[in-house]
T-cell receptor
Framework: DAKTTQPTSMDCAEGRAANLPCNHSTISGNEYVYWYRQIHSQGPQYIIHGLKNNETNEMASLIITEDRKSSTLILPHATLRDTAVYYCIVRVAYTGNQFYFGTGTSLTVIP | NAGVTQTPKFRVLKTGQSMTLLCAQDMNHEYMYWYRQDPGMGLRLIHYSVGEGTTAKGEVPDGYNVSRLKKQNFLLGLESAAPSQTSVYFC????????????FGEGSRLTVL
């Protein structure tokens, strides 16, 4: 599975959009991009995933560049409860059984 | 619906002791995983299973053994605990298919003295 690179930490003002970048320059054509987050010491929580097209759900939006070498997770209106560590993962479609989390980005939402 | 349940949630061991962590899921998921998380670190995959009776090594398998005798249970064993195995352990499961998301348990905090 491709490696990912994320900033170690980011701040965001409450109510503003939080944009979390992820580089995955060695991604292959059949690898999906997944995002998870971990609040405090809880188990990670699934947010969203995508292959080529941009995706949106009730939690966030995922923007994947045309060359698929990077992506951005967007939390449209960050709240204090969005303070967490965010992990970007790439995984091979169908046969990729292993999810490698890395160290993620620690997002702090500031009042 | 309990989801993924880990037992015990806390345990203190002495060096050299053995123990087993139990992960149980009630979602009929095929895949199950064990991760460890050290302070300030991300999650590292220890072992995983793609179905009953099958297991495979992850990133950091040394010092651990696993078994998947029943589809709903995934056991993680430490035969001779070492202080380096002090960590928080997370179990996860997911269904088959390309878009199956991981569901995590609440974690088990293990301290080896």
């Amino acid at each position: 599975d491709a490696k990912t690179t994320q900033p170690t930490s980011m701040d965001c003002a409450e109510g503003r959009a939080a944009n979390l970048p992820c580089n995955h320059s060695t991604i292959s054509g059949n690898e999906y991009v997944y995002w998870y987050r971990q609040i405090h010491s809880q188990g990670p929580q699934y947010i969203i995933h995508g292959l080529k097209n941009n995706e949106t759900n009730e939690m966030a939006s995922l923007i994947i560049t045309e060359d698929r070498k990077s992506s951005t997770l967007i939390l449209p209106h960050a709240t204090l409860r969005d303070t967490a560590v965010y992990y970007c993962i790439v995984r091979v479609a169908y046969t990729g059984n292993q999810f490698y989390f890395g160290t993620g980005t620690s997002l702090t939402v500031i009042p | 619906n309990a989801g993924v349940t880990q037992t015990p949630k806390f345990r203190v061991l002495k060096t050299g002791q053995s123990m087993t962590l139990l992960c149980a899921q009630d979602m009929n998921h095929e895949y199950m995983y064990w991760y460890r998380q050290d302070p300030g670190m991300g999650l590292r995959l220890i072992h995983y299973s793609v179905g009953e009776g099958t297991t495979a090594k992850g990133e950091v398998p040394d010092g651990y053994n696993v078994s998947r005798l029943k589809k709903q249970n995934f056991l993680l064993g430490l035969e001779s605990a070492a202080p380096s195995q002090t960590s928080v352990y997370f179990c996860a499961s997911r269904r088959t298919g390309n878009t199956g998301e991981l569901f995590f348990g609440e974690g088990s905090r293990l301290t080896v003295l």
